[in-house]
Every structure is written in structure tokens, then in C-alpha cells.
């Protein structure tokens, strides 16, 4: 596993509207969640650069009973490596069972960050 995240190359990660993710759950009866959930870990797998991560598995075991714990633990390890702030998988992991909007809320506002274009420094130029 690569501690160090890919900040080389073209955005890894999308920016994502918040309100109009609300929406889509909403309109969807939760199947955008899924789709969100594979989402997130395919971009943070390409930060973190770690090959064993398998966001498709994770997204199909979130539909075998018991399993799916394991799913949202191996997305909450990955998020752990990925997060601004360091945030113990344990407690996303915990997040996850109790009241997943609070993962689904701290994920994509961190992701979000990531996915702002660095604003390169200009040179002032002479007049």
C-alpha cells in the first residue's frame, strides 16, 4: 500500500454538487447512493494509487447481507488514507451503520476539496 496520493496528472476526482446529489437520491429512491458509493472508491483508489482496493467488489457486497459490513469498512480504509484530516476508518466505519447520511456528507465535501484546480501562481508581469 502507497501512503503517498497522486497529485500529478489530470483531476483524479469529480466535483460533485451536493444539493443535486440530495435530488438524485431523493428521485431515485436511493439507487444513486450505489452509484456513488463505487464512484468515490474508484477515485479514491486512483489516490491513493492502491492496487488491491476493488471498488466493484465493495459495490456488489453491499448487496450480501453481512458482507456489506465489510464493503463500507474497506471504503472507509480507503477514505481514512485519502482524508484531509486523517479521519480514524473506525469512526467512518461507525458513521456508516449508524447514520450514513453523515459519511455520504463527509466524503464528498472532502473529495470536493480535492477536486479544486490548484491555482497556479503567476508571475506578475512588467508594464
Known amino acids: 500500500m502507497n501512503n503517498e496520493l497522486a497529485t500529478t496528472g489530470p483531476t483524479l476526482v469529480k466535483r460533485r454538487n451536493m444539493w443535486l446529489q440530495v435530488v438524485?437520491?431523493?428521485?431515485?429512491?436511493g439507487i444513486y447512493s450505489i452509484y456513488w458509493f463505487y464512484q468515490t472508491g474508484k477515485e479514491m483508489k486512483a489516490l491513493t494509487r492502491d492496487e488491491s482496493a476493488q471498488p466493484i467488489l465493495w459495490t456488489v457486497l453491499l448487496f450480501v447481507p453481512l458482507l456489506n459490513f465489510y464493503a463500507t469498512y474497506k471504503h472507509s480504509?480507503?477514505?481514512?488514507?485519502?482524508?484531509?484530516?486523517?479521519?480514524?476508518?473506525?469512526?467512518?466505519?461507525?458513521?456508516?451503520?449508524?447514520?450514513?447520511?453523515?459519511?455520504w456528507l463527509i466524503v464528498q465535501m472532502d473529495l470536493n476539496e480535492k477536486a479544486k484546480p490548484k491555482l497556479q501562481q503567476s508571475v506578475p508581469t512588467a508594464v
Open 24 to 29: 438524485l437520491m431523493v428521485v431515485t429512491f
Open 77 to 103: 480504509e480507503l477514505f481514512e488514507q485519502v482524508s484531509s484530516e486523517r479521519l480514524n476508518r473506525w469512526i467512518v466505519f461507525l458513521l456508516w451503520i449508524a447514520f450514513t447520511p453523515a459519511v
